[in-house]
């Protein structure tokens, strides 16, 4: 059975860095994209981040670019999420996903395996 579980969320400052990470397990995950999704409260579930299985190709949302940078260790099976200079509209539930290709993809319903999410707060 195909798990992520995703860590590292929490309460930070407008301005300040959280970087959270997701652990997949159930099978060998190296030739599939792995994204990042964020929920905020009334709000549909939206794209953050992106990444090829061989790290060669990654996507942001414009609304992150040039402040989260994600990344993954396919030997150990997880990827990351660091978030910098955080803003209070970065409040939402963070949700690790799993796509059975190698090409990344920015939409919802283009992956495969979800995560429990986990939430940030950015206080003002």
């Known amino acids: 059975q195909v798990q992520l579980v995703e860590s590292g969320g929490g309460l930070v400052q407008a301005g300040g860095s959280l970087r959270l990470s997701c652990a997949a397990s159930?099978?060998?995950?190296?030739?599939?994209?792995m994204g990042w999704f964020r929920q905020a409260p009334g709000k549909e579930r939206e794209f953050v981040a992106a990444i090829r299985w061989s790290g060669t190709s990654i996507v942001y949302a414009d609304s992150v670019k040039g402040r989260f940078t994600i990344s993954r260790d396919n030997a150990k099976n997880s990827v990351s999420l660091q978030m910098n200079s955080l803003k209070p509209e970065d409040t939402a539930v963070y949700f690790c996903?799993?796509?059975?290709?190698?090409?990344?993809?920015?939409?919802?319903?283009?992956?495969?395996?979800w995560g429990q999410g986990t939430k940030v707060t950015v206080s003002s």
């Open positions: 159930g099978r060998t995950f190296i030739n599939y994209a």
């Open positions: 996903a799993a796509r059975q290709f190698t090409n990344v993809r920015v939409g919802v319903n283009e992956y495969d395996y």
